[in-house]
């Protein structure tokens, strides 16, 4: 029963910090310093803190069916006659494919070993956390002009090579945040912060499943009663709690720019750096 209460506190943090640019990986090893599962297999955690995104993917499809589902039906006068694909959806997915292969291509070159061993810590979190925090407030303040993209279907393949490459930064340093880092380089790069939100959470959708299906392989498949428990628990409300977090998100930011996370993760970095100065994580 402690482990399930445990499953709903680390689902609410990943559906929070998931689409918000804080991180939620980052949220969720601090977390584990101070709830931990007790009873489950080893390397239990390391799998669950990923698989648990999976929540949030299906969050992202619920909400935006229409906007990512290629296959639509014809329509005619005469009614519906079979299914075509839609050339701009097809043509997004194109962008959000090639926005991921600088991720894919660290996995092939075991890049992301070398991180998982080296930077998943506190230390490196508390840094993450100010470096992206301050340069949410850097590019809000200079940020004058109009954006050069206002609709997703302007997006260029270059600029999803340049989102993607951002993405890399946040694959292999905890505390940047996923989202936090490609909103940062689609900002950079003149796109509107509606567009950059938004193609944040389709890039999202197969960056996430590749690394939760990489995580089930390399635990395996010997799930004991209790921790399918767990993960369905924790995945179900991270489902929840991201629905409702990206709607907050999608409103707030049609009024209010990102400069609030950007101060959110910096006092956040430094309570972290008081924290592991005091030894208590």
Known sequence: MFNILKAIVFGVIEGITEWLPISSTGHLILAESFIKFKGLSAGFWD?????????AILAVVILYFKQIWPLKRKKSKHGDKGFKFDKNILNLWGKIIVACIPAVAIVLLGIDEFADEHFYNPTCISIMLILVGIAFIIIENIKK????????KDLTYKDAIIIGLFQLIAALFPGTSRSGATIVGALLIGISRTVAAEYTFYLGIPAMAGASLLKILDFGLKFTGEEIAVLLVGTIISLIVSILIIRFLMNYIKKHD????GY??????ILVIILLLAGVI
């Open 47 to 55: 799998m669950f803190e990923v698989v648990i995104q999976l929540g």
């Open 145 to 152: 002009k109009d954006p050069r993209v206002s609709d997703i």
């Open 264 to 269: 959110y993760r910096i006092g956040l970095g």
């Open 258 to 261: 990102f400069k609030v996370f």
